[in-house]
Structure formats: C-alpha cells, structure tokens
C-alpha cells in the first residue's frame, strides 16, 4: 500500500466513522434506554466499520500490486 | 532477516501515514467533534474528547437559523457560475490553444486580471451593482445587491482567468492531426469541436469545474459585502453564528460541517476523473 492510497484510505475511514456517528444519533440511539451504553455501542461500531474498510483496502491494494508484478513476470518469462 | 525489516517498513509507513493524516485532517475533525458536542463541553480546557454526542448544534442551525436557505443560495450561485465559466473558458482556452489568439499578450492580459487582490475592486464592484440594481436590465437579471445575478457575475469575472489558463494546457495537448483526421472525414469545424475535442478533453473540463465550484462555494469575501439576506451564501451563514451575546461555537462547527458536506461528496464522487485530469495535462512527451 503506497502513502498516498494509505492516506486515501484513512481519510474515508475517518468519513465512514462520522457517517457511523450521523447515523447513530438520528435513528438509532433512540432505540437504547441508557444513553451511555448507547454512545459505547456507537463508537465501537464506528471504529469497526472505520478498520474494516481500511483493512479491506489494505488488502485490496496488496492484490493489485500482487497481480501487476505477476503480470510483469508472466511477461519477462515470456520475452526469454 | 528480510521479514523483520519488512514488518518495520511497514510500521514505519503505516506510523507516517497516520502522522501526516493526524496532522492534516485535525482541523476538520476538531470541527465535527466539536459539532457534536452539548454546550458546556466545547470551550472547555484541557479539552474533552470523550462526552456524550447531541444533535442539538445541527438542530439549532438548521432549524433556528434556517441555514438550509444558505446552502440553496450557494448551490444556485455556485452552479450557475460554474456552468458559465466552463462554458466560456472551454471556448475561448480551444481558440488561444489552436489559433493563438492575440500572439499570448491577451492570454497574459486575462490572467492579469488575476493579480489584483479582490478587496482592490470590492468597492467599485459594490458601487456598481448597487447602481445597475435600479435599472431595467439589472432589475429583469437580478444584478443588484443581495441579489444571486451579482454574485454570479462576480465569480464568473474571478473565475474565468484561471478555468481558461488551466484549460489552455489541457487543449494544447490534444493532437491536431486528430483534429485534421476528423475535418477529411467531413465533419465541420464545430462537430470536430463537439465531437472529437470536447471528449478528448473531457477530464481537463472536470478538474476545472470541480475546481471553479469549489472556489464559488468557499468564497467569503465578495459574498459578504454583496449580500445582506436573501442571497448570502454559506460562509456568511457561518459567520451570522458570531453574535452580540458572543460566538456559538456549537452552531458554528455544525453549520460548518453542512457546508463541507457537499462539497467533499462531490468531490469523492469526482476524484477518479480529477486524478486522471491533473495527469492528463501535465505531462508531455
């Protein structure tokens, strides 16, 4: 993963925890009777949904990377 | 060996990343934290980052201060001026960059009018639209003060120079022979224009709406002296939260917020063809 997808990746990881947040405190938080086990709940899913997406980009850039060199080896073996 | 150095690479880029992210990104999310905290939370020092959240900023924005009106007087104003400017700077960029026009001294002249500062001309600009205001023309065309024609001349005026400087490369790189292959086709001058050019630099016309938008959004200063009510935009709906009674930093983080929202949804959904657009006219063979 290089700096700039890595920066990429966070800044939409820090916009899906908003989102999360938004979310939460218009349709949700209504549902919970103690507004702390509430805030807990919706912080824990925010930072979940945050890491994951970062994580699932991770990964997906690794492929990426992991596929092109694969191709430019396929083509390097073919050209001997 | 190789898998010790590669995990410290790896923590190091990581570590960086969000270092730089950290730092760059805290302004905005000072903001929306701030948005989100009640009352008594926001000036308090040391700061809290742990409260619990409330609507009530939002609320108070968007319902007592009607600030969805700002965001509909920005989106008119921004609109419109963007179409404008896309409009005239794609036509007159093609015509610098394939007939050259004026030997560059008008190119020049045009970006001229770039280097003043705008509070230079903001009293001869207030001067005239109160003026053209009160006639006919100005009344049918909403030139006057706290009026959105004003604005939308004025950033139209402000915005054109850079839309055509910036299109201009985007033009230049476009192969002629691509355009003389067209003309032997049969098509005319105004279908290569349309059919062949226009496409092919499609991306540059992009980056340079998303920026021209971007610029009319944020702009404060003509906007504040040009409007009083019923055509402010955003940035003076921000600047309304700073009262007699003192300054609702509250309301401010969240009607600043709003205003952001747009903007960088926009954005995100326009990133792939600004990326491709900003490689695109930079780099020459």
């Known amino acids: ?80 | 060996m190789q898998r010790k150095t590669s995990v410290f690479v790896e923590t190091l880029r990581y570590g960086t990343i969000f270092l730089v992210l950290g730092f760059f990104v805290f302004p905005i999310f000072w903001m929306v934290l701030t948005s989100f905290k009640p009352e008594g939370a926001i000036m308090v020092s040391p700061p809290r980052f742990l409260f619990t959240p409330t609507l009530e900023n939002y609320a108070h924005a968007l319902h007592d201060k009607n600030f969805l009106f700002y965001i509909k007087n920005t989106l008119i104003i921004s609109v419109v001026s963007t179409a404008i400017v896309v409009v005239f700077g794609s036509l007159a960029a093609y015509s610098f960059a394939r007939y050259n026009v004026g030997d560059g001294h008008i190119l020049f002249f045009i970006l001229s009018t770039k280097m003043m500062p705008a509070i230079a001309v903001i009293l001869p600009y207030f001067l005239i639209f109160r003026d053209v205001g009160k006639t006919a023309i100005g009344k049918s065309l909403h030139l006057g003060l706290d009026q959105h024609g004003a604005l939308i001349v004025t950033y139209v005026m402000f915005n054109l120079p850079f839309a055509i400087w910036l299109l201009v490369s985007f033009f230049q790189d476009i192969p002629r022979s691509l355009e003389h292959s067209a003309r032997l086709d049969g098509l005319s001058r105004i279908q290569v224009l349309r059919k062949v050019t226009f496409p092919l630099a499609a991306p540059g016309i992009a980056v340079t709406a998303v920026f021209t938008l971007i610029f009319c959004w944020n702009e404060f200063l003509f906007a504040y002296i040009l409007t009083r009510k019923m055509a402010s935009t955003v940035t003076v709906g921000v600047e309304s939260f700073f009262t007699l009674q003192g300054i609702l930093w509250g309301p401010v983080a969240a009607a600043a917020t709003i205003s952001v929202a747009p903007m960088l949804i926009f954005v995100l959904i326009m990133q792939r063809y600004m990326v491709r657009g900003l490689t695109f006219g930079a780099v020459r063979g």
Do not use: H, P
């Not at chain 1, 990881?13 to 805030?39: C, H, M, N, P, R």
């Not at chain 1, 709940?41 to 970062?54: E, H, P, R, T, V």
């Open chain 1, 1 to 80: 993963m290089s700096f700039s997808q890595g920066w990429d990746a966070g800044f939409k990881s820090l916009l899906i925890y908003v989102g999360v947040v938004f979310f939460w405190l218009i349709f949700l938080e209504k549902l919970f009777a103690d507004q702390g086990t509430s805030v807990l709940a919706m912080n824990i899913a925010g930072i979940a949904l945050g890491l994951g997406f970062f994580l699932y980009r991770r990964r997906a850039c690794k492929n990426e990377r992991a596929a092109a060199e694969a191709e430019i080896a396929a083509l390097l073996a073919e050209e001997r």
